[in-house]
């Protein structure tokens, strides 16, 4: 089992920053890809960012040039830069173990402002 615990999110204007954050509950080393995904209001979730164990990331196109995911120990990042209203969103962590399991968190609330 994985615990998954983000922080960081909150309200900000657009053209802001925040960075969020991702506390692994073990080593992020016995796990395969992380990445953050998020969910606006009567929208599907979706993925926003990954990183593999050997730090090779992806992002979506809707992010890509504002967004940087990084990882440190049993920390995940993603920092969030040029935000956008269009952003607003409940970002989640989310984790795959080498054994093909998904873990995600309960979730930190973005809100950035026109």
């Known amino acids: 089992q994985v615990q998954l615990v983000e922080s960081g999110g909150g309200l900000v204007q657009a053209g802001g920053s925040l960075r969020l954050s991702c506390a692994a509950s073990?080593?992020?080393?016995?796990?395969?890809?992380m990445g953050w995904y998020r969910q606006a209001p009567e929208k599907q979730r979706e993925l926003v960012a990954t990183?593999?164990?050997?730090?090779s990331t992806s992002y979506a196109d809707s992010v890509r040039g504002r967004f940087t995911i990084s990882r440190q120990w049993n920390m995940v990042y993603l920092q969030m830069n040029n935000l956008k209203p269009e952003d607003t969103a409940v970002y989640y962590c989310?984790?795959?173990?080498?054994?093909?399991?998904?873990?995600w968190g309960r979730g930190t609330q973005v809100t950035v402002s026109s």
């Open positions: 989310h984790a795959k173990s080498r054994s093909d399991d998904d873990y």
């Open positions: 073990r080593s992020i080393f016995s796990i395969n890809t």
């Open positions: 990183i593999t164990t050997g730090d």
